[in-house]
Every structure is written in structure tokens, then in C-alpha cells.
């Protein structure tokens, strides 16, 4: 079952995956390029500024404003082209790959029938618990944008994502009307609270570009989920039928 569940989790992963960075080049990267202009003028006036830019990025330290010490310090990204569309595609798929095991790990711990139409209808839930539902507090941003404390956000956000994914199961499996209703004012409560925003926001990216942004890069998750819970319905049938199969072969 392990085996099985990695080897549909890494074909998956790798189907839907590659299908999305497809989608992401012509669609989103553009627009993180052109907010990068804005990053750059904003990181001439305040030099100790930095964003994580939405695509694959490690930071090795504070930035060009250097240490205590007075040592400068190097940030390193994959230079644009090909490198950067190759470590893009890279985080991409290994989301889809963490998707498609996160798909797997609850219908198998529910005990539900893996199939295209029910591992599409998670993947919907899927959708909803991690992209559009804390996107309502917290959008996805560019480079330049403005935003709040990075430790405030990570919280309100697995948070949400948690309360909203419980939430939805309880809702849509349980058939007590108060248990439903118990389930709905959960999954507002974290709204209710608000999620951490800036208090003077001062973001260099214009309006219409991020939210243009938002629109497409919440399209593209949603596809993201909707290609991974295809290829995982797909998938994982036959798997199991050619596991059956090996199965009655070695007992035969």
C-alpha cells in the first residue's frame, strides 16, 4: 500500500506538474517579471528590503545591507531563462507530488473509492481549503507588494487552511444539522479574527497588475488541483487492478 500509495503520488506529482509549469510560463511568470521592475526600484530606496517572489528562491542571508559586522552578505536565485523556468518547473512539480499524497493520505484514511469523479471532488476541496478560502484573507502577492510579518501570515494561514479542509469533511460527511452548522462557524471564525495585513500598506506594484496576478495565480492552482486529482483517479485504479492481477498471479 506504501509502495503504491509513492508510486501514484510521483507519477501524478510529475503528470499534473508538468502541465502546470507549462501553464505558469505563459501565464504568471510574465507577470512576476514585470513586478520585479517595481522590486528593484523599491530595493534602490530601502536596500534592506526583500520578498519571496512567488517562484523558486533561496535566501542565504539579510540581503546586501550586510551583517552586524559590516560583512555584506550574497542572496542567490536562479538567473533568468532557462535556469529559473528549470528550478520553477522543479517546485511546481514537487507541489503537485505533495497534492497528490495529500489526496491519497485522506481518501484513504476516510475510506472512500479512488476514482476520477471522487478524487476530482477532493481535489475541489482540496482547492478550496488551500487556495481560495485563506487567498480571501491573504492573496497571493508579487514581488514589490506590500505585506505584513511573515510569522503572523504563516500562522493565519495554516490555520485557515486547517480549520477550513476539517470544516469542509464535517460538513459534507456528517448528516447532523448541528454538527454542520458547528462546522460553517468554524471555517469563519479565522475571518472573523482577520488575517495580519500591514498598517500603512505601501506597495510599489500597480493595482491592475496584482490583481491580475491574483486572478491568474489562483486559476492556475485550481488547475493544479483539478490535473492532480485526475491523474491520481486515474492512476491509482490501475495500479490496483495491476496489483490485484500480480497478486493472483503468484498465488496461481
Same mark, same amino acid.
Given at each position: ?6 508510486? @501514484? ?10 502541465? %502546470?509549469?507549462?501553464?505558469?510560463? @505563459? ?11 517595481? =522590486? ?21 542571508? +539579510? ?9 555584506? +552578505? ?9 535556469? #529559473? ?6 517546485? *511546481?512539480?514537487? *507541489? ?61 494561514? @495554516? ?31 479565522? +475571518? ?9 500598506? =505601501?506597495?510599489?506594484?500597480?493595482? =491592475? %497588475? ?30 490496483? #487492478? ?5 497478486? #493472483?498471479?503468484?498465488?496461481?
Amino acid at each position: 500500500m506504501v509502495n503504491r500509495v509513492l508510486t @501514484v503520488s510521483l507519477l501524478a506529482g510529475l503528470l499534473a506538474g508538468l502541465v %502546470i509549469a507549462a501553464l505558469q510560463h @505563459v501565464t504568471t511568470t510574465p507577470l512576476i517579471l514585470k513586478a520585479e521592475t517595481y =522590486e528593484a526600484a523599491m530595493r534602490a530606496a530601502a536596500p534592506s528590503f526583500a520578498s519571496f517572489d512567488g517562484q523558486a528562491r533561496i535566501i542565504l542571508a +539579510h540581503g546586501p545591507a550586510g551583517d552586524a559586522a559590516g560583512h555584506e +552578505h550574497a542572496e542567490w536565485k536562479p538567473q533568468d531563462g532557462l535556469q #529559473r523556468t528549470a528550478f520553477t518547473t522543479l517546485v *511546481t512539480v514537487a *507541489t503537485a507530488i505533495g497534492f497528490a499524497a495529500l489526496l491519497l493520505g485522506g481518501m484513504i484514511a476516510a475510506n472512500e473509492t479512488i476514482d476520477d469523479r471522487r478524487a476530482l471532488a477532493w481535489a475541489v476541496c482540496g482547492f478550496l481549503a488551500f487556495g481560495l478560502v485563506p487567498a480571501a484573507g491573504l492573496a497571493p502577492d508579487l514581488p514589490g507588494s506590500a505585506a505584513a510579518e511573515l510569522l503572523p501570515r504563516q500562522i493565519w494561514w @495554516v490555520a485557515t487552511a486547517l480549520v477550513t479542509a476539517g470544516g469542509l469533511f464535517v460538513f459534507l460527511r456528517m448528516e447532523a444539522g448541528w454538527l454542520r452548522a458547528l462546522a460553517v462557524l468554524a471555517m469563519l471564525v479565522p +475571518h472573523l479574527i482577520g488575517a495580519p495585513h500591514p498598517a500603512a500598506p =505601501e506597495s510599489k506594484v500597480p493595482a =491592475e %497588475i496584482a490583481a491580475h496576478f491574483t486572478a491568474l495565480s489562483l486559476s492556475v492552482q485550481a488547475a493544479l488541483w483539478l490535473a492532480t486529482g485526475l491523474a491520481v483517479g486515474v492512476i491509482w485504479p490501475r495500479m490496483t #487492478r495491476k496489483a490485484l492481477a500480480t497478486r #493472483r498471479a503468484a498465488k496461481a
